[in-house]
Every structure is written in structure tokens, then in C-alpha cells.
């Protein structure tokens, strides 16, 4: 068997609507990927923290890529992050919160993620289910003692392709601006995204991306997905991402991934 890496994406994805997964099949998966030595990464836009807390007791054994590529651990053990400098967190906050974009907005560091105490509880409680260490901060004029890696914030679903490329032109070459899918948009550091994670993921395995099989459904996927030799749209996933993708997997619902997963392990 040629795949010798499995990486999701995990909302929209891996996880259900209903914010889980099926853990007992997944277990009885993840056992024979263990004994065939296939890497599992679980490879998100959200905080390490809380990408890892649907996977307790295998902690050790899962690679974890958080922030869109931006921070990775491997079994257990930090391998890197990519951090912006404070010029470009300033440049970014100025513009978003000139264009009344900080209200649902969150800046994720390395030991947490900041969110202002005057935005509307809802956004506290959506970004709450993605960011499980999530400080609130009187304001951003003065930085938490941290190391930034990304933004992320909510816009009107309709609105976000037309945000992005505003904001894709007023920053520059430092910070790229992508949507995640249902409105949310992510500011990264340019270069920085799922598909330059796992070329270094694989480049350390000794591997590429003809062993690799990725899921995934928003417009962050899409570098990773046009880096894997098997790659997998979701049902559920966007237009953009089913033209990329070399095949289209059962919805996120339907447990997809695992349904994939299962025919890749019998063949």
C-alpha cells in the first residue's frame, strides 16, 4: 500500500456537524494504521490545544498541526511554528479594526488565543468551541506577552470572498488572507498553509505527497490537497475544493473520512 500518511482537516471534515466523530471506529482504524506504520495528522485552522482534546490517550502517537500550518507537533513533541512579527500584527489589527472587523475576532498566539472583553458573547461562544485556551483582553493597543501566528475573525457568509481579496491586496506580500469556510477568514503568514505543513512533515518522514491521502472542505484545504496523491473533497465541501480534489469522499455526516479510511486500509 502506497499511502503512508493520513492528514484531515477536522470541521467540515473529520468531525461531524454535531462537533465529534465516531471514536470506537476510528480506535479500531487508528490500531491498523499503527500496525502498518501509517502517520495519522489531524491539520486544522484551530489551536493546537483543541485540536488534541479529541484525541485523548493518543497524544503521543498523532502528529498535530494547528493554525493552518503555522504551529506542528509531533507525538507529542513541538516541532516548530511560524511566528509574525509584531510590524505585521500591528498592520493587520489597524485594518480590521478600521473596517469594524474586530468585533468577532480572534489573534492566536502560542499559549492562547485573545479576544476582545467587549465583543457580543455569541463570539465568544463560537470561537470558545475552536480556541480551548481563549483569553479575554481589554484591547489589542498593548499585546498579550505572546507569539503571534495568526488571525481569525467571522464576516456575513456572503460578504467573505469579496473580504479576502481586499484584504489581499491591502497587505501585501507579508500576511495572506483565506477563508475556512461559513463566513470565517484566516490571516496567515504568507507561505505558511496546510500543504507547506505537510511538505515538511513529509520531507522529515522521507516521504511525498504520492504517500500521502488527504481530506478536506474549505479553501484552506486546498494546498494540501493538491499536494496528496490521494486526494479526497468532501460531499459536503466547496466548489473550489471538489475541483481540486482527485476524489470526492461521503459527506463530514456520513463519517467520510472514516468510510474512506476504511476502503484505503482493505485495499
Request: hydrophobic fraction near 40%; charge should be negative.
Amino acid at each position: 500500500m502506497s499511502v503512508k500518511v493520513i492528514a484531515t482537516d477536522m470541521d467540515g471534515t473529520f468531525l461531524t456537524n454535531q462537533n465529534d466523530y465516531d471514536r470506537s471506529r476510528f480506535l479500531r482504524l487508528f490500531e491498523k494504521m499503527q500496525q502498518r506504520g501509517i502517520r495519522f495528522v489531524s491539520i486544522s485552522g484551530n489551536q493546537y490545544y483543541q485540536i488534541k482534546s479529541f484525541f485523548p490517550g493518543l497524544e503521543d502517537k498523532i502528529t498535530f498541526v494547528g493554525e493552518n500550518g503555522a504551529y506542528i507537533v509531533e507525538n507529542g513533541q513541538f516541532l516548530k511554528s511560524h511566528r509574525l512579527s509584531e510590524e505585521t500584527v500591528r498592520i493587520v489589527l489597524d485594518y480590521l479594526t478600521e473596517n469594524e472587523l474586530d468585533d468577532e475576532l480572534v489573534l492566536c498566539g502560542e499559549a492562547a488565543a485573545y479576544i476582545l472583553q467587549s465583543s457580543e458573547q455569541a463570539a465568544k461562544d463560537f470561537f470558545a468551541v475552536y480556541y480551548t485556551e481563549l483569553e479575554e483582553v481589554a484591547s489589542f493597543e498593548t499585546l498579550p506577552d505572546d507569539h503571534f501566528m495568526k488571525f481569525s475573525f467571522n464576516t456575513p457568509e456572503d460578504q467573505t470572498y469579496a473580504i479576502v481579496d481586499a484584504l489581499n491586496q491591502r497587505l501585501g506580500n507579508t500576511v495572506v488572507a483565506v477563508t475556512s469556510g461559513h463566513g470565517n477568514i484566516d490571516v496567515i503568514a504568507t507561505g505558511v498553509n496546510k500543504g507547506s505543513a505537510m511538505t515538511y512533515l513529509l520531507n522529515r518522514w522521507g516521504l511525498t505527497g504520492n504517500h500521502l491521502a488527504a481530506f478536506g472542505d474549505g479553501g484552506n484545504d486546498l494546498e494540501m490537497l493538491d499536494l496528496a496523491n490521494y486526494s479526497y473533497a468532501m460531499a459536503n465541501g466547496s466548489e473550489d475544493v471538489k475541483e481540486t480534489a482527485r476524489f470526492l469522499a461521503p459527506s463530514n455526516d456520513d463519517n467520510g473520512v472514516l468510510q474512506v479510511i476504511e476502503t484505503l486500509l482493505e485495499n
